[in-house]
């Protein structure tokens, strides 16, 4: 079946760096995949749709010049947290509809962050 | 997007049917119901969507009433790894944006 990915699985990056996260569909094309983000026992929250080719939406709140999000081919979505900081310690979850319009998503494994 | 209500928590022997409500006062007529299970540390997985009355699939099912105002996901004689947070979530196939709720933190005692 249908397959996200993401990497790395795991990072740990000092204050101030950057990181790059990436999202792939294995085996589906996506125009549009969806970036998450999961604190501890909290529920996942929408930080932004990745549109192929185009510019991503950014959901209200979430600052689009930290979080930029490149999505260049039908497969690839990244996510860079621009100078992070222990706050954006956080799970960072990707997904991609099966089907243009669906409700059915598939989501990656997720990516544990950690800035110290 | 429809706001959904669940309980924090629920607790069930090994073995039992698990019945796991969600309501959903203001879903819209294009609306579809759509349920999905979360392990610690991973991301959440599809299990079932409906529109109305009952759908079953190969590892649940879900009940409708007429009204549509609430949901109820039906997992078959669970085992330990159905422990796990379920998501009830509404919203229409043109609106791929989820927004997820709290959910339920189903455990499944021995």
């Known amino acids: 079946g249908a397959v996200v990915s993401q990497h790395p699985s795991w990072v740990i990056c000092k204050s101030g760096t950057s990181v790059k996260i990436e999202c792939r569909s294995l085996?589906?094309?996506?125009?549009?995949m969806f970036w998450y983000r999961q604190f501890p026992k909290q529920s996942l929250m929408l930080m932004a749709t990745s549109n192929e080719g185009s510019k991503a939406t950014y959901e209200q709140g979430v600052e689009k010049d930290k979080f930029l999000i490149n999505h260049a081919s039908l497969t690839l979505s990244t996510l860079t947290v621009t100078s992070a900081h222990p706050e954006d310690s956080s799970f960072y979850i990707c997904s991609a509809p099966r089907l243009a319009e669906s409700y059915e998503q598939y989501f990656g494994p997720g990516t544990r962050l950690t800035v110290t | 997007l429809a706001k959904t209500t669940q309980p924090i928590s629920m607790d069930s022997y090994e073995g039992q049917e698990v019945n796991i409500t969600c309501s959903h006062n203001n879903i819209a007529t294009n609306d579809y119901i759509t349920w999905y299970q979360q392990f610690p540390s991973q991301g959440p997985r599809f299990i079932i969507q409906g529109y109305k009355t009952k759908v079953t699939n190969e590892v649940a099912s879900l009940f409708i009433p007429a009204d549509r105002k609430s949901s109820t996901l039906s997992l078959p004689r669970v085992s330990l790894s159905d422990t796990a947070v379920y998501y009830c979530?509404?919203?229409?196939?043109?609106?791929?944006?989820?927004?997820f709720g709290k959910g339920n933190q189903v455990v499944v005692i021995p």
């Open positions: 085996d589906f094309q996506a125009t549009t």
């Open positions: 979530l509404v919203g229409d196939y043109g609106n791929n944006r989820l927004a």
